[in-house]
């Protein structure tokens, strides 16, 4: 059996009928030689078969990385080596861009611009990481009476990653490139709605010169494959991104071997509009915080506060734009959001818009299914707009993961401050102000990992990610992100004339 390395990318076609599973350089089946479907959310339709792994082939995918990394085959490759491997793997995604982009949407559902922005992330993650890595080192401290110190970067060792649907390709990057750059193997579980696009990564990176072993993907549910993964006394390092009360559960579960962990959970993030906001501005970014990626966003800012004195004004813009949303074909240009990833979500979203009106809200705009034309079986939902809330209500204090935004009033600055940190989440936030000091006071007081002042962007490659309180910890897509894939050595060194006898004998 050839290994990917062996083959030719370019002549390789993404859109298959059957994927297998990458391990040790080599894609194979599933032992039991079981399969499982993944679809097209939004026709519904069957895309293609995936290998469906048990606990024994993530014992062999284990099994591969830790042979990789013991071996040394990649951790000791020099630092601007192992740089040029991530760069090149950022240059065969950029030629197969396309393609990448049209995969991620088949298997996603999501909106061609969004595939688009989220594909060329992915390009840039490698390049940052390409470039980071050269300067990720240690440090020498001069210590008095003739003694040395300094310390060295050294990969913490085989990392399980274990990543979700809605950002398949994105969110493989974010964990695969820091990871290799940092010399760690890697074992990645993609979602199973969604494991293409992750596979296909898996292989550019083994045609880039990744050597076989380093990057390894199973897949299959994961109750079975993650807890393996987590539970692997092979594996040092999890780095899960998902539901907060997923993450409580993995967290318990590596605390038996007490793994490193990095926990990129829930949100429910708040988007505070003043008084003095540019309306327009506030509107559209307010727009593209709640219904870009269809709403299913960690970080999407599904609660937003509108100062009362410009209530009126923002929420007849606010509706009416959000009434525009073109819903349709996700690879229209035109089309602006996508469809739900399955029927499954796409009920817990009705779900917690019908407890909403049970408890007394009011839904202004949307809060039912759509059917779109040619697209009759996919998982669609209206961009939903909901007032008349209280802080009690399911749909104000739970993650929905759609296309729905509760709506609430404040009067000054202390109580949107207050209602904002009204939650257990602590991901996202965003102040739409003109007066640089409301704005910054207004970011210290926020008990979130990431504030977007006037800006309704929460990330790019070299800005740390992550979450306060139940939306997890450590970061992720920034430099610091390599110290979460490294161990700290500390060296002390004596080059004394005079030999040391602390106990005077």
């Known amino acids: 059996m050839s290994t990917i390395k062996e083959e030719k990318m370019e002549k390789l076609n993404m859109k298959r009928e059957y994927y297998q599973m990458v391990i040790n350089g080599e894609r194979v089946d599933a032992l039991a030689k079981e399969t499982f479907t993944t679809y097209n959310p939004a026709t519904g339709e069957v895309l293609a078969q995936v290998a469906k792994a048990s606990k024994d082939d993530v014992n062999r995918a284990v099994e591969a990385a830790r042979n990789a990394f013991d071996n040394g085959k ?28 049209e995969l991620e949407v088949l298997n996603s559902g999501k909106s061609l611009s969004a595939a688009q922005g989220q594909v060329m992330q992915s390009i840039e993650d490698f390049e940052f990481y390409a470039a980071a890595i050269v300067g990720h080192r240690g440090e020498v401290n001069n210590l008095p009476y003739g003694f040395l110190n300094y310390t060295q970067k050294e990969p913490v060792g085989v990392c399980g990653q274990i990543i979700p649907w809605n950002y398949p390709m994105m969110m493989a990057a974010w964990k695969i490139a820091p990871a290799i750059a940092a010399g760690c193997s890697v074992v990645l579980k993609p979602a199973s709605l969604t494991p293409l696009t992750a596979i296909v990564l898996t292989e550019i990176c083994h045609e880039a010169g990744v050597p076989e072993g380093v990057v390894n993907v199973v897949t299959g549910p994961g109750a ?44 429910k993030s708040p988007n505070i509009v003043f008084e003095d906001a540019d309306i327009d501005a506030a509107v559209y970014g ?24 410009i209530y009126d004004q923002f929420m007849e813009k606010f509706v009416e734009k959000t009434q525009q949303l073109r819903l349709g074909n996700p690879m229209d240009p035109g089309t602006q959001v996508g469809s739900i990833i399955s029927r499954g979500q796409l009920e817990v979203i009705d779900g917690y818009v019908k407890s909403a009106i049970e408890e007394g809200a009011t839904v202004l705009t949307g809060g039912h299914e759509v059917t779109v034309e040619g697209f009759e079986n996919g998982y669609w939902y209206a961009p939903t707009i909901i007032t008349d809330v209280t802080h009690e209500m399911k749909v104000v204090k739970e993650e929905i993961f759609g296309p729905v935004v509760v709506v609430m009033k404040f009067s000054n600055e202390k109580e949107a401050i207050k209602l904002a940190n009204d939650t257990e989440f602590g991901l996202g936030s965003a102040i739409w102000t003109k007066d640089q000091g409301t704005a910054t006071r207004v970011a210290h007081q926020i008990q979130a990992g990431i504030v977007m002042v ?19 910890f450590g970061r992720e897509l920034c430099i610091e992100t390599l110290d979460l894939y490294t161990e700290t050595k500390s060296v002390l060194s004596y080059y004394g004339g005079k030999p040391l006898n602390p106990l005077g004998v």
């Open 74 to 101: 990649w951790r000791k490759f020099p630092v601007n080596k192992r740089s040029r491997v991530l760069n090149k793997i950022a240059s065969i995604m950029r030629a197969r861009f396309n393609e990448l982009v």
């Open 454 to 472: 006037n800006c309704p962007f929460s990330a790019f490659p070299g800005t740390p990610f992550g979450g306060y309180k139940q939306s997890g």
């Open 224 to 267: 079975s494959v993650g807890d393996a993964i987590v539970e692997h006394p092979g594996v040092d390092k999890v780095a899960f991104t998902g539901s907060t009360p997923i993450g409580k559960d993995i967290m318990g579960k590596a605390s038996q071997t007490l793994k490193r962990l990095t926990l990129e959970l829930g949100g």
């Open 286 to 309: 307010s727009i593209f915080g709640i219904f870009y990626n269809t709403g299913q966003s960690c970080e999407a800012r599904s609660r937003l506060y509108v100062h009362e004195n």
